[in-house]
């Protein structure tokens, strides 16, 4: 039997990590985020009224294409964000700060809840929570510079967000775990325990019923 897990969580609060570990710790296969690859990621820092419709579409193809392919597979899967967290999160954050244009919103979102429409959701979504200062820290240890740039102001807002999307979100079951206080990183038995929360959150599927043929008397 297999799952779909996405870890949520904002900007260095360590989804990625947490990931990983899970993946190489329960045999999980993993998908990170592209972030990377985005061309549009820089200017956005620098610019997020021009670039910003760019890099969130860019984002929702690739996290549409991600999410398609683990649905395809046989084994376990945990996704380093969730499609929607870019578009109820991360577009929105820009919409409501006059960042994407009325426009650019509506087609942005009318693409956004086509695809949500027809999409089977993950089993569980794990909610990684963190003050703007631990975020800050984190940010500046792993040393992304473009990442450098980021105003806590935003980080603070993005927070906002997600704690208002975690707490009315319905299309999966969301489990929300504070990180402030804990180090998964270098801890093992923090990483142990928040490894059975996880599992133990996971709903028990059900085998199928097989009917025995009737037997003539």
């Given amino acids: 039997m297999s799952y779909f897990i996405a870890i949520a969580g904002n900007i260095g609060v360590g989804?990625?990590?947490?990931?990983?570990?899970?993946?190489?710790?329960?045999?999980?296969?993993?998908?990170?985020?592209?972030?990377?690859?985005?061309?549009?990621l820089?200017?956005?820092?620098?610019?997020?009224?021009?670039?910003?419709?760019?890099?969130?579409?860019f984002f929702l193809t690739h996290r549409l294409e991600q999410h398609l392919e683990l649905l395809q597979s046989k084994n376990t899967a945990v996704q380093d964000r969730s499609v929607y967290e870019n578009a109820e999160v991360f577009a929105r954050n820009l919409?409501?700060?006059?960042?994407?244009?009325?426009?650019?919103?509506?087609?942005?979102?009318?693409?956004?809840?086509n695809l949500i429409?027809?999409?089977?959701?993950?089993?569980?979504?794990?909610?990684?929570?963190?003050?703007?200062?631990?975020?800050?820290?984190?940010?500046e240890r792993r040393g992304r510079e473009y990442e450098k740039r980021i105003p806590k102001y935003y980080l603070a807002e993005l927070n906002q967000l997600y704690d208002r999307w975690a707490a009315s979100f319905t299309v999966a079951p969301v489990l929300t775990v504070d990180t402030d206080r804990i180090n998964f990183v270098e801890d093992e038995a923090a990483l142990e325990a928040l490894t059975?929360?996880?599992?133990?959150?996971l709903p028990i599927q059900q085998l199928p019923i097989f009917h025995r043929p009737r037997v003539a008397a």
Avoid at 15 to 26: D, I, P, Q, V, Y
Avoid at 29 to 35: K, R, S
């Fill in 15 to 40: 989804k990625s990590t947490l990931t990983e570990r899970l993946g190489k710790k329960l045999g999980w296969e993993i998908y990170l985020e592209p972030t990377a690859e985005n061309p549009y």
């Fill in 117 to 139: 429409n027809v999409l089977p959701p993950p089993h569980l979504i794990v909610y990684l929570r963190a003050s703007v200062p631990t975020l800050l820290h984190r940010i």
């Fill in 95 to 113: 919409y409501e700060k006059d960042l994407l244009s009325e426009r650019d919103w509506a087609t942005y979102n009318l693409i956004y809840q």
């Fill in 196 to 201: 059975e929360t996880i599992t133990n959150r």
């Fill in 42 to 57: 820089a200017d956005f820092y620098q610019d997020m009224q021009r670039w910003g419709f760019h890099s969130q579409v």
